[in-house]
Structures are given as structure tokens and as C-alpha cells.
């Protein structure tokens, strides 16, 4: 079973910066594609950023591009930069259930790709 577990949430004012990590077991994070999705109170979750297995290729939803950066290691990693209030939610970090797939672009942003999932940390951008 993998187990996910983020960290780096907390409070911040508008304009400020967060980095966001989610360690895992074994070569989860190294052998796997990875994403961070979002959710913020009375709405839907949310893709944010996925980074193909390799690392090569990173994908970011509109409203991020510019701003933040997924990287990882043998941790995942999402460096956020001029946070704006409406990037308050609770962030996830998931997995792909398969070993060094690639995919069509459009795969990677949708939910079901990822098997495993966190159990998230709260991110709060006060303006």
C-alpha cells in the first residue's frame, strides 16, 4: 500500500510564498507520475500540477501557471509564489497506481488517473 503524507501547509498573506512537500514509501514518488490537486470549501477538487514520471514534462492548470512549480526528487515538491486568496484550499498530493507510464497530455489532469492520494494540508492566503 502507498502511503502519501504532505506537509508545508500553513498561513500566509497575499503575495507570499508556500513550498508544499509530500514524502512517500519505497520509489513511489521517483518511479511514478505525480500530481497536487486542490479542493477549496464548497467546491470541487481541483487539478493544479502533475509531472511525468521522469520529470520531464510538467503540466499546471491555468490559473497557477507562472506562479507555481512542481518538481520532485524522491520527494514531490510544489513551490507557490505570489499566492492570491483564492489558492486557500486544502492541497493533495496523489500517485498514479502504475510504474513509469506515459500518457496523453490530457491524462494528467484528470482525477482518476492517480490512485493514491493524501490526506492533505491547508494552505490559507489571507489578503
Known amino acids: 500500500q502507498v502511503q502519501l503524507v504532505e506537509s508545508g501547509g500553513g498561513l500566509v498573506q497575499a503575495g507570499g510564498s508556500l513550498r508544499l512537500s509530500c514524502s512517500a514509501s519505497?520509489?513511489?514518488?521517483?518511479?511514478?507520475?505525480m500530481a497536487w490537486f486542490r479542493r477549496a470549501p464548497g467546491n470541487e477538487r481541483e487539478f493544479v500540477a502533475a509531472l511525468s514520471w521522469g520529470g520531464e514534462y510538467a503540466y499546471y492548470a491555468e490559473s497557477v501557471k507562472g506562479r507555481f512549480t512542481i518538481s520532485k526528487d524522491n520527494t514531490l515538491y510544489l513551490q507557490m509564489n505570489s499566492l492570491k486568496p483564492e489558492d486557500t484550499a486544502v492541497y493533495y498530493c496523489?500517485?498514479?497506481?502504475?510504474?513509469?507510464?506515459?500518457?496523453?497530455?490530457?491524462?494528467?489532469?484528470?482525477?482518476?488517473?492517480?490512485?493514491?492520494w493524501g490526506q492533505g494540508t491547508q494552505v490559507t492566503v489571507s489578503s
Open positions: 496523489a500517485a498514479d497506481r502504475s510504474l513509469r507510464r506515459t500518457y496523453i497530455e490530457s491524462r494528467y489532469y484528470y482525477h482518476g488517473l492517480y490512485s493514491y
Open positions: 519505497g520509489r513511489t514518488v521517483s518511479d511514478r507520475v
